[in-house]
């Protein structure tokens, strides 16, 4: 069975850093783009970052580039999300998706980020 | 950025029902567009991608069609389990850009 299952999340303050992990099981992680997309309070769904199959290209919206850095580890079937200068819109549900060619086509059940002094 | 605006926000209809959700991006994204059903309280699951290739499992009573900057996704035969908000996703190109969401309601 395809599994994605996030951790990682929690209370942080503003300024503040948080690393989000993503552990995938049931199919060949190394063939496949990775992503993070959010979810507002507000329920907003926000794509977040992605990365090829092999980790060398890495693609961000304006809003988090320089903050959060999208990484993996193809040997630990295990995808990152490094978190910092963090700001109270950066509050969401984070989903861990694998990526097809332009679309997410598993969702894990996600980890909560909460931005808050 | 390509903005996706889905109309309408919300929609009420009954049992058995034909139903569609419509969404528009702000410039052409060919087909490059998905749909995503997200029932109370669960994640987003993919329903089509490509506009109109129905996701592996999803019912066939669920529809998408449309290119270039017009898009549905049609349900018919509406069913309680369809209650859900329903997402449209251009992925043309970066940022990838998400509508904001049709909540479906049983009469």
């Known amino acids: 069975e395809v599994q994605l299952v996030e951790s990682g999340g929690g209370l942080v303050k503003p300024g503040g850093s948080l690393k989000l992990s993503c552990a995938a099981s049931?199919?060949?992680?190394?063939?496949?783009?990775m992503s993070w997309v959010r979810q507002t309070p507000e329920k907003r769904l926000e794509w977040v970052a992605t990365i090829s199959s092999g980790g060398s290209y890495t693609y961000y919206p304006d809003s988090v580039k320089g903050r959060f850095t999208i990484s993996r580890d193809n040997a630990k079937n295990t995808l990152y999300l490094q978190m910092s200068s963090l700001r109270s819109e950066d509050t969401a549900m984070y989903y861990c998706?694998?990526?097809?060619?332009?679309?997410?086509?598993?969702w894990g059940a996600g980890t909560t980020v909460t931005v808050s002094s | 950025d390509i903005q996706m605006n889905q109309s309408p926000s919300s929609l009420s209809a009954s049992l058995g029902d034909t139903i569609t959700i419509t969404c528009h991006a702000s410039?052409?994204?060919?087909?490059?567009l998905s749909w995503y059903q997200q029932k109370p309280g669960n994640i987003p699951k993919l329903l089509i991608y490509k506009a109109s290739n129905l996701h592996t499992g999803v019912p066939s009573r669920f529809s998408g069609s449309g290119s270039g900057t017009g898009f549905t996704l049609t349900i018919s035969s509406l069913q309680p389990e369809d209650i859900a908000t329903y997402y449209c996703?251009?992925?043309?190109?970066?940022?990838?850009?998400f509508g904001g969401g049709t909540k479906l309601e049983i009469k």
């Open positions: 049931g199919f060949t992680f190394s063939s496949y783009a």
């Open positions: 410039q052409n994204i060919n087909v490059w």
């Open positions: 998706a694998r990526t097809a060619t332009g679309y997410f086509d598993v």
């Open positions: 996703q251009q992925g043309q190109s970066y940022p990838w850009t």
